[in-house]
């Protein structure tokens, strides 16, 4: 059978079996279930020297350190430098010249009983490749989505269960890695934004466009590139902040209008002057554009993210269709302002009902999602020669929209055809789409 058609017992059954793997479970929070599917099929002991939970951080901090959060890269860090050290001090001269030792660590937050934390974890092995062989690592890190916290727990053991596997019989083929990653889940129970190999194995690595892989595998929404092109857990650059963001393909650096953001984002500035925290600027890619030929490769997309953060952007990439759904995803980290810059060729763009066909209330549920709970739009102008060229890649009509004699469009002179011309004028006069000169 091959090793993309075996299930969860079946993978860590065969774990247990191979006389060469061996190493020590250290979990944190939820995560006690990975162990769990080790002793569950049989045969653990000839895989598991030791298992241990840390809950208490009196506990947590004489063994591993202190720590200015537990959940967290720094803690896992920690865990799995201490207990690979362990195992080797006290079994390398016992069975060293024939073992691959191991040591899984994760520190992981579960949903607790009130339902109001941010349920996330890292998790990650260190691990030899051969007997005596230097010690590498993968590290990631994971979102929780289910609403219960035993099926987070479940999720997690699956999840668990499969980076082992992952890193002893796929380690060699990237492709195959990744698609084991989510065997027998999906993306709407566990989300990976973050993946990580290090090590003298994987030198030839790129976890940059690792990176990129998780959005186009679909285990991953989306993935965080900070300003100096480092990639970056989502939350810890977005958290609690109000956000401005610009979204697009970017096949081009023209198509970024710095200038447009920059004012953008003075504006932005000064209507966040409430919010305890400074604004955080976006340039979002994403992988499925509105127009389907558009979508790019992995390696395109990593040459456009390369491009935006040497002119000193954090960049997104994404793999959200619909402006609603990516501020829905914002969502989920802060509850400040977000807003979005655009064209108007874009705006009109948000418009388009087709876009809306799965939605009961079409348009105007589309529309209305987008505006809720505190999201702006930001549009400047745009020539008329760009804009009918935008509107006609997106197979829409551009003249209805452009009034006679027009060299210029902005959201003061657009035309909107009845009867969405009530709604946008709407949501210009509550200040949900505003003017920014380009």
């Not at 803690?75 to 690979?84: G, I, K, N, Q, T």
């Not at 990593?302 to 000193?312: K, Q, Y």
């Amino acid at each position: 059978m091959r090793a993309l058609d075996l299930n969860t017992h079946q993978k860590a059954f065969k774990i247990n079996l191979d006389p060469a793997i061996y190493g020590t479970f250290a979990e944190i929070g939820a995560g006690q279930e990975i162990a769990r599917c080790f002793f569950r099929v049989g045969g653990a002991a000839g895989t598991i020297a030791k298992t241990m939970s840390a809950y208490d951080m009196t506990f947590s901090d004489a063994i591993y350190g202190k720590s200015s959060r537990y959940v967290s890269r720094e803690r896992l860090d920690a865990m799995l430098a201490h207990e690979f050290d362990l195992l080797i001090e006290r079994l390398g001269s016992q069975r060293g010249a024939s073992t691959t030792f191991f040591a899984f660590a994760d520190t992981v937050s579960a949903r607790n009983y009130r339902g109001s934390n941010e349920c996330h974890g890292w998790i990650g092995i260190r691990f030899q490749t051969r007997p005596q062989g230097p010690a590498n690592d993968i590290v990631l890190h994971v979102n929780l989505l289910d609403r219960e916290n035993v099926l987070q727990q479940e999720a997690l053991g699956i999840l668990g269960v499969n980076l082992v596997f992952g890193a002893f019989f796929q380690r060699d083929n990237i492709d195959e890695f990744l698609a084991n990653m989510l065997g027998d889940l999906t993306v709407q129970r566990i989300e990976i934004d973050m993946l990580e190999f290090s090590g003298p194995d994987f030198e030839t690595i790129d976890n940059r466009l690792l990176a990129v892989k998780l959005i186009q595998s679909d285990l991953a929404n989306a993935i965080v590139f900070d300003a100096g092109g480092e990639l970056r857990q989502p939350s810890s650059v977005v958290y609690k902040s109000p956000i401005l963001i610009e979204r697009g393909s970017f096949r081009a650096l023209k198509q970024l209008k710095v200038e447009t953001i920059n004012r953008a984002g003075e504006s932005f500035k000064e209507e966040c002057t409430d919010s305890s925290r400074a604004p955080v600027s976006l340039i979002e890619v994403t992988v499925n554009p509105l127009i389907e030929d558009d979508a790019p490769l992995d390696h395109e997309v990593l040459s456009r993210v390369t491009s935006l953060v040497s002119l000193g952007h954090s960049v997104m990439v994404s793999k959200y269709v619909e402006f609603y759904a990516l501020t829905r995803y914002l969502r989920r980290y802060t509850q400040e302002p977000i807003a979005l810059v655009m064209g108007v060729s874009t705006l009109v763009r948000i418009f388009n009902e087709r876009y809306y066909q799965d939605l009961e209330g079409g348009v105007l549920e589309g529309v209305g999602r987008l505006f809720m709970s505190g999201v702006s739009a930001y549009v400047y102008p745009m020539t008329v020669s760009d804009f009918t060229s935008h509107l006609k890649e997106a197979s829409m009509e551009p003249e209805p929209w452009i009034p006679g004699g027009a060299r210029s469009l902005g959201v003061d002179s657009v035309i909107f055809p009845y009867p969405l011309k009530h709604l946008f004028n709407y949501l210009v006069e509550r200040k949900y789409i505003k003017l920014v000169r380009a």
